[in-house]
């Protein structure tokens, strides 16, 4: 069975940085979409980043562009979400999740929803406060 584990979260002030990270057991990241999701209090789930297989190309939501950076490190089976000035608004419980490259249509379309996903970790909670 594939476990995903999430780590990083923490309580951080306002403007801070975080590096989220996700692995995985017997199971290779690299060969999969990985997408970051969060789900704020009271709010839906929603997709923050993906990552794609091949390329490394990578997509944003628009209220992260420019502060929230994903990468790989396939030696270490690892998918990294580094998030530099932080708002109160990214506080939440952020998850990454994979999915098969060849079940789905476009990497823009795992990230805003249009396609279940196979595999979710339990999350790691960010709180951003003063």
């Known amino acids: 069975q594939v476990h995903l584990v999430e780590s990083g979260g923490g309580l951080m002030q306002p403007g801070g940085s975080l590096n989220l990270s996700c692995t995985a057991n017997d199971f290779r990241l690299d060969s999969h979409i990985v997408g970051w999701f969060r789900q704020a209090p009271g709010k839906e789930r929603e997709g923050v980043s993906c990552i794609s297989d091949g390329d490394g190309s990578a997509t944003y939501a628009d209220s992260v562009m420019g502060r929230f950076t994903i990468s790989r490190d396939n030696a270490e089976n690892t998918v990294t979400l580094r998030m530099d000035s932080l708002r109160p608004e990214d506080t939440a419980v952020y998850y990454c999740?994979?999915?098969?490259?060849?079940?789905?249509?476009?990497?823009?379309?795992?990230?805003?929803?249009?396609?279940?996903?196979?595999?979710w970790g339990k999350g790691t909670l960010v709180i951003v406060s003063a």
């Open positions: 999740a994979t999915v098969d490259p060849a079940t789905v249509g476009s990497m823009r379309g795992v990230c805003w929803g249009y396609y279940d996903m196979d595999y």
